[in-house]
C-alpha cells in the first residue's frame, strides 16, 4: 500500500532576523522574527509512504542521499509518523530551485515542502499554524515558508514547541518586490547552524541584537500596517546589518561577507541617493537582497547591471503559501 503527497514552498527573506536558538533540540528562536516570501526560489517535494520499503530514502535533485543527510529527513519525518501512529518509510524525492547552502534560505523551502508534502501523505490534516510548528524542527526558517507575504514567527513561550509558530501579517500584495544579487551562490564554508552557537557564546554585542530585535519587529509591523515602505525598509536595513555586527563580534570573528558584498551595499545606497528607495539586507551568506517596489524594479535592476552580470541579478515578486501538487503538475 501506498500514499502521495507533493507539496511547493518558496524560500523566505527575514527582514527582522532569526540569529540563535534557546532550545536547539526544538528550533526554539532567541527572538521573534519576520519575512518576506519570494516566488523566484522554491522547492518542489513528493513523498511516497511505502510499506515494502525497510527504510527511508532520500533523492535530491536525482541525486540519492548517504546516511548522513537521510537521518536527518528521517528524524523529520517521524514528528509525523508518531503523530499518525504508523511507521510505514517514506521515498523523497526532493527538487530544489534554490542554490543550496548560500545563503539564500534553501533550507526554509526544503523544509516547508516537505512538511506539506507529508503531511498529505499522512492524512494528518494539520492545519497550517500546527504545521508551521513542524516544519521548524527541520528548520527555523521554515516555519514562515509555510505562509506567502509578509510572515512573522512568533518565538513562543519558554520551552513550549507548539507556542513558537508563523502567522501571516500581511499578504504585501501592495507594490513590494525584491532584486537578489548573487555574489556567490557556491556552498558556505561555516554553517548558519555553526555560526548561531559561536554568536551567542563570544559575542557582546549578541545580548544587545535580541533586546533590539524585539522593538524592531514590532516597528516594522507597524510600518507593514500603514504600508510605509521607507521606514520599513530602514528597518530592515539596520536590522540586517546589526545582526552581521553580532558576527564581527564573535571569538574568532565571523564575516560571510565578499567584496563583491559589499559592492553591492555600495550600489544600492548609491541607487538610493537618486531617489529610488531601495534597502538591502543578508543572510548568513555573501549574497545581497534588495528590498523594494515591485513598480521600481526594473530601473534599478537596469542600474545594479552597470556593476553586476545579467545571470547575479534575480528579480522576485511576492511568493504564496505552501501549495500540494496534483500528479499532473508533478513534471519531474
Known amino acids: 500500500m501506498k500514499s502521495v503527497g507533493r507539496c511547493r514552498a518558496h524560500t523566505n527573506i527575514a527582514l527582522i532576523k532569526y540569529w540563535g536558538k534557546r532550545n536547539d533540540e526544538l528550533f526554539l528562536p532567541m527572538n521573534s522574527s519576520l519575512s518576506l516570501t519570494l516566488d523566484a526560489f522554491y522547492t518542489d517535494t513528493q513523498v ?3 510499506e515494502s520499503l525497510v527504510s527511508d530514502v532520500f533523492y535530491l535533485d536525482d541525486v540519492k542521499q ?3 543527510e537521510t537521518e536527518k529527513i528521517t528524524n523529520f519525518l517521524n514528528l509525523f509518523r508518531n503523530r499518525a501512529n504508523i511507521e510505514t518509510k517514506a521515498c523523497i524525492k526532493s527538487y530544489n530551485h534554490v542554490p543550496t547552502a548560500a545563503g539564500l534560505a534553501s533550507s526554509a523551502s526544503a523544509f516547508s515542502a516537505l512538511a506539506g508534502a507529508m503531511n498529505q501523505a499522512t492524512n494528518l490534516n494539520l492545519d497550517l499554524e500546527t504545521l508551521s510548528t513542524f516544519a521548524r524542527q527541520g528548520s527555523g526558517s521554515a516555519t514562515r515558508s509555510i505562509y506567502g507575504g509578509f510572515v512573522e514567527w512568533d518565538m513562543g513561550e519558554a520551552d513550549l514547541s507548539e507556542t513558537s509558530h508563523a502567522v501571516q501579517v500581511d499578504d504585501a500584495s501592495w507594490d513590494i518586490g525584491m532584486i537578489v544579487i548573487a555574489v556567490n551562490t557556491g556552498k558556505k564554508k561555516l554553517s548558519s547552524r555553526v555560526g548561531m552557537k ?7 554585542f549578541y545580548s544587545s541584537w535580541v533586546e533590539t530585535a524585539t522593538k524592531d519587529i514590532k516597528n516594522i ?3 507593514i500596517k500603514s504600508k510605509d515602505f521607507v521606514t520599513l525598509g530602514e528597518i530592515t536595513e539596520s536590522n540586517g546589518m546589526k545582526m552581521h555586527a553580532t558576527m564581527l563580534g564573535a571569538m574568532p570573528p565571523i ?4 567584496p563583491d558584498s559589499v559592492k553591492a551595499i555600495q550600489k544600492v545606497k548609491e541607487i538610493r541617493d537618486t531617489g529610488l528607495p531601495c534597502y538591502v539586507t543578508m543572510d548568513a551568506g555573501p ?5 523594494c517596489k515591485k513598480s521600481d524594479m526594473t530601473e534599478i535592476e537596469n542600474r545594479l547591471l552597470e556593476d553586476f552580470d545579467r545571470k547575479q541579478i534575480i528579480p522576485s515578486h511576492v511568493g504564496e503559501g505552501i501549495t500540494l501538487l496534483s500528479e499532473d503538475e508533478w513534471n519531474y
Open 221 to 223: 509591523k507597524k510600518a
Open 198 to 204: 559561536q554568536t551567542i557564546a563570544t559575542s557582546p
Open 66 to 68: 548517504g546516511e548522513k
Open 287 to 291: 549574497n545581497v537582497k534588495v528590498l
Open 48 to 50: 511516497i509512504l511505502d
Open 255 to 258: 564575516s560571510y561577507w565578499e
